[in-house]
T-cell receptor, first 115, second 111 residues
């Protein structure tokens, strides 16, 4: 299994809603990532988890809250988002962070629309 | 921190034409370099990567890239493009834990 699975594929939420994005991989990767991709822009790194611990937070607003409950799962909890947060949210995984020869496997993403 | 520049934002080619997409990077340490492709409506896929060794790396679907350390470049090439190569191409550089993408190049191949 060389897939990174993200659910849901599409999500529409209001600014007062609380929702969660989920990501799962069974490749034994111990590094997992959240990226945000706006239309016609490159993916931008949000968070990196290494061995289930948050190792990088790219100054992401607190209305985005990541969680890594175990080595296969990565969640992104959303609360009080703004319309400008609408984007494609990509999850990725790789061999442990710090190794120089790993590559990232990306999921298909969750297309989020904030109304 | 690392950064990546892709100079061609849009490229339009006819089938069978040769392709070269430019990529320049900036990073003070040992870099790993990647080209990813995103076909319309699909997720990012790895085309090829460079970690060490032979600076000319071959990837999937006939793509290759050459790492030129003195020029901080990692240009992507394909001798003869096909209509199915229409996609967005991202160069990326990875330092410690962080993979940073360039702004992307949209390639349109007309039949």
């Amino acid at each position: 299994d060389t897939e990174v699975t993200q659910t849901p594929k599409h999500l529409v939420m209001g600014m007062t809603n609380k929702k969660s994005l989920k990501c799962e991989q069974h490749m034994g990767h111990r590094a997992m990532y959240w990226y945000k991709q706006k239309a016609k822009k490159p993916p931008e790194l949000m968070f990196v988890y290494s061995y289930e611990k948050l190792s990088i937070n790219e100054s992401v607003p607190s209305r985005f809250s990541p969680e890594c409950p175990n080595s296969s799962l990565l969640n992104l909890h959303l609360h009080a988002l703004q319309p400008e947060d609408s984007a494609l949210y990509l999850c990725a995984s790789s061999q442990p962070g710090g190794a120089t020869n790993e590559k990232l496997f990306f999921g298909s993403g969750t297309q989020l629309s904030v109304l | 921190a690392q950064s990546v520049s892709q100079h061609n934002h849009h490229v339009i080619l006819s089938e069978a034409a040769s392709l070269e997409l430019g990529c320049n990077y900036s990073y003070g340490g040992t870099v790993n370099l990647f080209w990813y492709v995103q076909y319309p409506g699909q997720h990012l896929q790895l085309l090829l990567k460079y970690f060490s060794g032979d600076p000319l790396v071959k990837g999937i679907k006939g793509f290759e890239a050459e790492f030129i350390k003195s020029k901080f470049s990692f240009n992507l090439r394909k001798p003869s493009v096909q209509w199915s190569d229409t996609a967005e191409y991202f160069c990326a550089v990875k330092g410690f834990q962080k993979l940073v993408f360039g702004t992307g190049t949209r390639l349109l191949v007309s039949p």
